[in-house]
């Protein structure tokens, strides 16, 4: 596929290039009010939107996208190879579709039960003896919710030590750190301040796991606040979900 021109005459290109940078503003801002060095990683989460889309924000700089369905995300990586993005899957991953995703994803960000690990082990380092590829970087998904049973997903608090020591164990899998959503019908500040203290026990045990996959369109304040590096911003940039045809 070609990459759009990012030039006058297609006005989506403009339109993303606006929203972009809108959200670029908001994190630069949110950063320095943090008093924080450095601004978190964007991670764009482009799904239903179509991969001409993902073209056109590769156009305009953008280097991490996420996904959260994998045919749909096998779908683009594999249409958009040669823009070498680094593709993130930010869905609840079935252990099944392991071997799949482990062919063009540079991140898994809901690992969320021993099983999936040892199914994302097993079909990286088959994948690494075909084609070798790097290691898979894992976050642990921890639920925020407070039923134990919490419908945005992940593992509970008290299960991240384990996941961390299994994933630190397994080769071809490196331990990023922690992901999560905040809770639907509350302040996110809570939620927030909750995973840090949770990153910062898993750190205390897993030095290199410094990462904290936190924030979307409506609460990245928040997240970067109580230390996300990574952001994954979808409707802000991209619009509404087109509708289905």
Not at 39 to 68: W, Y
Not at 73 to 84: F, G, N, P, T, V
Not at 101 to 126: E, G, M, T
Not at 192 to 201: D, G, H, M, V
């Amino acid at each position: 596929m070609t990459v759009p021109a990012a030039a006058a005459g297609d006005p989506r290109l403009d339109q993303l290039r606006e929203r972009l940078d809108a959200v670029r503003q908001r994190i630069n801002a949110a950063a320095a009010d943090a008093g924080r060095d450095a601004a978190p990683q964007l991670i764009v989460v482009t799904k239903f939107h179509p991969a001409e889309d993902v073209a056109r924000l590769a156009a305009l700089g953008v280097t991490d996208v996420g996904e959260n369905r994998d045919q749909e995300a096998a779908d683009k990586a594999a249409r958009l190879q040669e823009l070498q993005l680094r593709w993130h899957f930010i869905g609840q991953l079935q252990s099944n579709k392991a071997k799949s995703v482990v062919k063009y994803a540079h991140a898994v960000h809901s690992v969320d039960r021993p099983q999936l690990v040892d199914a994302l082990a097993k079909a990286v380092r088959a994948e690494q003896d075909r084609t070798g590829r790097g290691d898979l970087e894992c976050f642990i998904q921890v639920s925020l919710d407070e039923d134990a049973d919490g419908h945005r997903g992940g593992a509970l608090a008290s299960d991240v030590p384990a996941l961390g020591e299994q994933l630190s164990a397994a080769a071809g899998l490196r331990l990023a750190g922690v992901m999560a959503v905040a809770p639907l019908g509350a302040a996110p500040e809570g939620a927030f301040e909750k995973l840090a203290e949770i990153s910062a026990r898993l750190r205390a045990d897993h030095p290199q796991a410094t990462a904290i996959s936190a924030g979307m369109s409506q609460d990245l304040e928040a997240a970067i606040r109580f230390g996300a590096t990574h952001l994954r911003i979808g409707s802000d940039i991209l619009g509404p979900r087109p509708a289905l045809r």
